[in-house]
């Protein structure tokens, strides 16, 4: 599912896994099966000559030990020791419990705290078994057999109860983020799941169902620790494990452990000794002792802290590009290019015009009318200059963006080409929408002036720095706009639970293999339809016609079980987007990062990043400190 990209380092949404090892026939069949939603020539490769000399692990291995089933890496074996340290900006996490996280600071931080059954392989983007052993698919029928003897950091064993309670009572309840359970609906209903014994659970969809298995990536939580929180209701649920918790009393399944949040300062993790990675010497992982993610005020600050060697990781920006490039020979770090981002920038449009629980507008009913002409929004689209974002927010390192899919997506509409400003062509569109400029000033049919606030996360400077750009390009129409740059989750709070906001400058996580992750945005009940969110339980059928098709669309995408037959449908989707403009996408910047060269086992791909295999990466023993 998307959820709110801040501006954070972490783990992907790939964690890295292992392939299963079974008869060769049965091998074939369900690799066939897998790979049916990924083009036969997918290949995602860097564009830098950085990784030319990186030798990629083999597939991970399943290895029994004393009735242990273990998932062992083939990456090389490292050091035991020392911490990585990694930024994030904004105020940290809101939440450690993986089933209600709705940013991505925050599924980030409890990413590091629990496993699903399933992940992504991180170069070939093949579903592989996590805590799973392995997994068979037989139609609509899905059978997942679990580890055996591994355990929660408690010690007691994770076992299939633990898998139904997540599903049963989590998941399928709608407790937490509701997007999961939408996600995982066919055709309106639920899959049935079915414990066949202690280690083995089989789920059953209405009908075959593409995305299903990316599915069950999601965080596999203890029952025995869980369950006295979801009985007491839902908003019980949504406060157990908030950022006060004691560190001591979580239990997880993570690589990682909990030991310290410190607000507004640093989250430090610490190595879960009980694992269930081993490395080649059948030794447990993660290697590192700590990973420490250093809340940073804002991107500035980032760079003088990486600078000063407290930070073993940067997000290089398009400005500093060249500076770190030219030192990097020199230099403690090395620099890889890890292509287009996965997420998506955008400018949201605010279409609401509901009444909240107190008989109040949302939105202001003269900004509800002219939000919700498509010409005011095509001004907007043909106002905002791309180009010059490129140029001089990400000094070239970034490329335009018109679709609601990544530019590395598999999914991309190549039909979209886009176009440059035109601000006569804007102003057209505003003259059709019935908006006149007298003196400089734009005004609407009714003699209103044409003024709104815009709003983006603080202490991002990128998102700063386009905002006082989409302010100059919008005033330039004749418009005013307040621009108010806010903490991040004060801002994602305004978004999803009060409508009171006009224009917003956002991002969104993505997948460049599943556009239904994308269900929770374009589902017009959808959680994160921000740009015309419904309140929960709205039963009143106000839906544009082109929400409608879109709702069809992300029916019909899923229920068509190869890259062929999707990839039209998705393509339709990206068209309405594009010809509607409730979003208005910006560019998408390279993403460019730098790490100490003293870690080991870096193994970077477009698809994950640079630092999805925390629980490999090792430091060499001379920098062990």
């Given at each position: 599912m998307k959820k709110y990209w801040g501006k954070h380092w972490g783990k992907h949404w790939g964690k890295l896994g292992s392939a299963f090892l079974i008869i060769l026939i049965i091998a074939l069949c369900l690799k066939a099966c897998i790979r049916a939603d990924i083009p036969e020539d997918y290949t995602l490769k860097?564009?830098?000559?950085?990784?030319?000399?990186?030798?990629?692990?083999?597939?991970?291995?399943?290895?029994?030990?004393?009735?242990?089933?273990?998932?062992?890496?083939q990456a090389p074996a490292g050091n035991f020791g020392g911490e990585l340290v990694i930024s994030t900006i904004g105020e940290g996490p809101k939440t450690f419990n993986p089933c209600n996280t709705?940013?991505?600071?925050?599924?980030?931080?409890?990413?590091?705290?629990?496993?699903?059954?399933?992940?992504?392989?991180?170069?070939?983007?093949?579903v592989i078994p996590l805590l799973a052993k392995d997994f068979e698919v037989n139609e609509n029928d899905y059978i997942i057999?679990?580890?055996?003897?591994?355990?929660?950091?408690?010690g007691k064993l994770i076992t299939a109860d633990d898998v139904m309670y997540t599903y049963k009572e989590v998941v399928f309840k709608g407790l937490g983020n509701p997007s999961s359970m939408e996600n995982m609906k066919v055709e309106g209903k639920l899959p049935e799941i079915e414990k066949i014994d202690d280690y083995t659970v089989k789920f059953t969809t209405a009908k075959p169902f593409a995305p299903f298995l990316r599915q069950l990536s999601y965080p596999i939580v203890p029952k025995h620790y869980f369950k006295p929180y979801s009985d007491k209701g839902e908003s019980?649920?949504?406060?157990?494990?908030?950022?006060?918790?004691?560190?001591?009393?979580?239990?997880?399944?993570?690589?990682?452990?909990?030991?310290?949040?410190v607000a507004a300062q640093r989250v430090v993790f610490v190595r879960n000794p009980n694992y269930y990675k081993i490395n080649t010497k059948d030794e447990r992982l993660p290697y590192l002792d700590k990973v420490v993610y250093?809340?940073?005020?804002?991107?500035?600050?980032?760079?003088?802290?990486?600078?000063?060697?407290?930070?073993?990781?940067?997000?290089?920006?398009g400005e500093n590009v060249a500076r770190y490039k030219i030192k990097e020979p020199e230099s403690d770090y090395k620099i890889y290019n890890l292509g287009p981002d996965t997420g998506t920038l955008f400018l949201i449009i605010n279409l609401n015009n509901r009444k909240n629980n107190e008989g109040k507008w949302n939105v202001d009913p003269k900004k509800q009318k002219w939000f919700g002409n498509r010409d005011f929004r095509a001004a907007i689209d043909w106002a905002v200059d791309r180009k010059n974002m490129v140029q001089n927010i990400a000094q070239g390192v970034a490329k335009p963006l018109f679709t609601a899919e990544s530019l590395n997506s598999i999914y991309l509409n190549k039909y979209i080409k886009g176009h440059p400003k035109d601000k006569s062509v804007a102003e057209k569109s505003l003259e059709k929408a019935g908006f006149y400029n007298k003196n400089g000033i734009l005004y609407d049919s009714d003699g209103n002036r044409v003024e709104f606030d815009l709003y983006t996360n603080a202490g991002v400077l990128e998102r700063e720095a386009l905002g006082v750009m989409i302010k100059q390009d919008l005033e330039d129409l004749g418009m005013k706009v307040n621009f108010k740059p806010i903490e991040f989750n004060t801002l994602?709070?305004?978004?999803?639970?009060?409508?009171?906001?006009?224009?917003?400058i956002m991002g969104l996580t993505g997948s460049p293999l599943e556009p239904h992750d994308g269900k929770n945005v374009?589902?017009?009940?959808?959680?994160?339809?921000?740009?015309n969110q419904r309140p929960q339980n709205?039963?009143?059928?106000?839906?544009?016609?082109?929400?409608?098709?879109?709702?069809?669309?992300?029916?019909?995408?899923?229920?068509?079980?190869?890259?062929?037959e999707r990839k039209p449908i998705y393509d339709r989707y990206q068209t309405i987007i594009y010809n509607q403009k409730p979003i208005i996408y910006l560019y998408s910047p390279i993403r460019i990062a730098a790490i100490r060269k003293k870690f080991k086992n870096i193994f970077p791909t477009p698809l994950s990043g640079l630092v999805y295999n925390l629980d490999e990466i090792y430091i060499d023993k001379g920098e062990i400190k």
């Open positions: 860097l564009s830098d000559s950085s990784i030319d000399n990186i030798v990629y692990p083999e597939e991970n291995k399943n290895i029994t030990i004393k009735g242990v089933d273990f998932l062992q890496t709705k940013d991505a600071t925050s599924s980030s931080m409890a990413g590091m705290l629990y496993d699903g059954l399933l992940t992504t392989e991180p170069r070939t983007g093949e057999h679990l580890r055996h003897g591994i355990t929660w950091t408690d019980e649920f949504n406060a157990f494990l908030n950022p006060n918790t004691p560190p001591e009393e979580i239990v997880s399944n993570g690589a990682f452990k909990l030991k310290e949040y250093m809340i940073v005020g804002d991107t500035n600050n980032e760079i003088l802290k990486f600078e000063a060697g407290e930070l073993d990781l940067l997000s290089i920006r994602v709070n305004k978004l999803s639970n009060t409508n009171d906001w006009d224009m917003a374009w589902k017009s009940n959808g959680p994160l339809h921000i740009f709205y039963t009143v059928d106000d839906r544009l016609e082109w929400e409608k098709e879109l709702d069809e669309i992300f029916e019909q995408g899923a229920l068509k079980l190869t890259f062929e």
